[in-house]
């Protein structure tokens, strides 16, 4: 299926153990992101965010529905279309709540890192990634370990290292919970900027109501099931 | 980038305290083979050293090192008539325990066949070899004597004309080179009252025989009766087949021979060979225990890059990145490891009271075994990593 669809979800169902132990975490979960998109995921916990984040991010395949990204199908239930990991290093960026950056490297090898991986030349690599940094503000912590960055400096490195290989989707998985309300909303206005700059589709699951303003468009979840599209709060 | 020694890095201190845990379990490693390789060394050291052709020892012995032989004096005068035959000479080798200066002193005493044998070729550190028939030696530096010591050993006392190096016996005593007749005044030394009481007691039996009556010369003959060597040492003649001259000589039925090689083999085989397999079983053992300990370092290593490994997989780093991250830290620290092994052996092991002989052989094994085991204890680390799933960073 080719359309303009950055992700694109079909009735993705997600559905541990058996029998009387069976729970369903999703349930025919479909949504859809353009490119340059960026999309809010609300619900509170245990209603299967996570869940259905890991299914768009390549992680945890569903149990049943389709997942196509840049119009490729990628899961069709369990089954892989393509190499997961592969296909998510060259077309997936992640940014999460915690643990978000190797300890034992700086933040720009951080960056670098996901450069090198998909190929990239080590001294283009660091040039890239330091022009990432740069743009992300954080260029002069560049030298850096993460124990000595602060809460919203780790962020801006990990949005760095998520942008690195020019993705075409990015998930975000609550980026603001550690943070306070003014960096909280700085980086929400960093992921906004993101995909209206760089064309990305971007999902962010989130507690935050309070950069809800940000986003192109909001949906909820509850019980496994995405149930309402909700329109942006406008300041 | 090299993520293995970015990690090592960032734990720097605790890396090199690991790695010199590691370095010093394969120092116990390293010196085991050369405590083994110095006995090889110290037990054939005589036999390499004297190169002699044939040894003539006592009947169904396996003397002179091995165990004790007796063989009369006029073995090495039937020696020199036997075809074949260019030199024979007397050998008399014994250990004795005496007191030297409030402490015990150890040593392996060889009698060398004045003049034919002056100890020119044992290796010297200060002095010369033996310049006359009686109360001189050669002393190996680890008596502790120094030249120009003199020393009392039984009723005589001897001087320490010359000292060598790395001439022991294969117990790890030091050896003192003495002439024969020295050696065996040393070896046979009697109290006069003991000689005064054998005499009178062969006396008296002589008196009950006929030819005590007869011949009383020859019962005081009998109590001074010239002392046995240890064994006749001999080299052969240009062109003569050793096989076929001990052939010869073990037609006599009061010795046996062996050729210089049978000598090493009698003293590997007999005198070192339990040692061998208690040293090899006990290096085994030390290899097995490095591994095990190196396979829980690199593990518990693993364990807490738990989280790092999630999430390069999350960003999609191959199995191959993250499984060589492993297998680079597990070669690092045995390569480190027997580095520092060996740096730091080269300064302990010559404190060691015995030989601890390292051969480019057994480093190049060791070595080899090093790679193997860093290899091997890496497989638990990389299974646990293949296990970590991308999710473990979201949880």
Known sequence: MQNGFAIETHGLTKVYGSGHTEVVAMRDASIQVRHGEIVALLGPSGS???????????????????????????????QAHTNLRTFRRRHIGFVLQKSNLIPFLTGLENVQIALELNGEAPRAARRRAMELLDYLGVAERSENMP???????????????????????????????????????????????????????????????????????????????????LQPQMD | MNLATKDIRHNLGRFALTTLGVGMLLLIVMGMGGIYRGFVEEATLLVNRIGADLWIVQRD???????????????????????????????????????????????????????????????LIAGRSLAQNHFE????????????????????????????????????????????????????????????????????????????AQQPLALIEQTIASPPLSAVIVTLSPGADVQRVASIISGWGDVSVYTQEGQRELLLKGLIAKMRQQIGLFRIL?????GIIMALILYTLTLEKVLSIALLKLIGAPNTVIGGLILQQALLLGILGYGIAYLLGRRVYPMFPRRVLLTEADLLQLAIVVVVISVASSVLGIWKAMQVSPNDVLS
């Open chain 1, 48 to 78: 299967g965010k996570t869940t259905f984040l890991t299914a768009v991010g390549l992680i945890n395949p569903p149990t049943s529905g389709q997942v196509f990204i840049g119009g490729e199908l990628v899961l069709d239930g369990a």
């Open chain 1, 147 to 229: 124990s000595m960055l602060s809460g919203g400096e780790q962020q801006r490195v990990t949005v760095a290292r998520a942008l690195a290989n020019r993705p075409s989707v990015i998930l975000a998985d609550e980026p603001t919970a550690a943070l306070d309300s003014h960096h909280g909303r700085k980086v929400m206005e960093l992921f906004a900027q993101v995909a209206h700059e760089q064309g990305a589709g971007v999902i962010v699951v989130t507690h935050d109501h309070r950069a809800l303003d940000l986003f192109d468009t909001i949906y909820e979840m509850e019980d496994g099931v995405i149930r309402r599209q």
């Open chain 2, 61 to 123: 012995t396996r003397g002179p090192i091995a165990e004790v032989s007796r063989v009369p004096r006029n073995l090495v005068h039937r020696a020199l008539a036997a075809p074949g035959v260019q030199s024979a000479r007397e050998f008399v080798y014994h250990t004795i325990q005496r007191e030297h200066d409030g402490k015990p002193l150890r040593m392996a005493v060889l009698g060398l066949s004045w003049p034919t044998d002056k100890g020119e070729w044992v290796p």
């Open chain 2, 137 to 212: 030696m050669i002393a190996d530096e680890s008596l502790g004597l120094h030249l120009g010591e003199r020393i009392k050993l039984g009723k005589e006392t001897y001087t320490v004309g010359g000292v060598t190096i790395s001439m022991v016996s294969s117990n790890g005593d030091g050896i003192g080179f003495f002439t024969v007749a020295d050696a065996q005044a040393i070896q046979f030394d009697t109290p006069g009252e003991a000689v005064r009481l054998e005499r009178a007691s062969r006396q008296a039996r002589g008196e009950r025989t006929d030819l005590g």
């Open chain 2, 286 to 290: 030390l290899t097995v225990i490095a």
